[in-house]
Nanobody, 122 residues
């Protein structure tokens, strides 16, 4: 089993900053893509993802305000959020695509964290 533990959420005023962290632990052989998603109402949407090699993808709504990074040695992904807006308010979820062994066939699994609340007040 693999566990993802998020931290860093909270309440911040508009224009402020937060840094989210997500550490993966457990039966990990390798981690491929790691990312952050958020859910305000019913639909969970992509915020940012980063490949094992460092290639990043951002949602248009956060480009220029958010930076995703990862520390492969610590199996940890970060999300630095600046210039936060009230519409960024949501529960933020960490996701990781993980191979739990090097066996054949090589399989990867998608794991999710429990979510961390980010609230931006106007």
């Amino acid at each position: 089993q693999v566990q993802l533990v998020e931290s860093g959420g909270g309440l911040v005023q508009a224009g402020g900053s937060l840094r989210l962290s997500c550490a993966a632990s457990g039966s990990i052989f390798s981690i491929h893509t790691m990312g952050w998603y958020r859910q305000a109402l019913e639909e969970r949407e992509l915020v940012a993802i980063i490949s094992s090699g460092g290639t990043t993808t951002y949602a248009d709504s956060v480009k220029g305000r958010v930076a995703i990074s990862r520390d492969n040695a610590k199996n940890t992904v970060y999300l630095q959020m600046n210039s936060l807006k009230p519409e960024d308010t949501a529960v933020y979820y960490c996701n990781a695509i993980v191979a739990t062994s090097a066996g054949t066939p090589y399989r990867t699994y998608s794991y999710w964290g429990q979510g961390t609340q980010v609230t931006v007040s106007s």
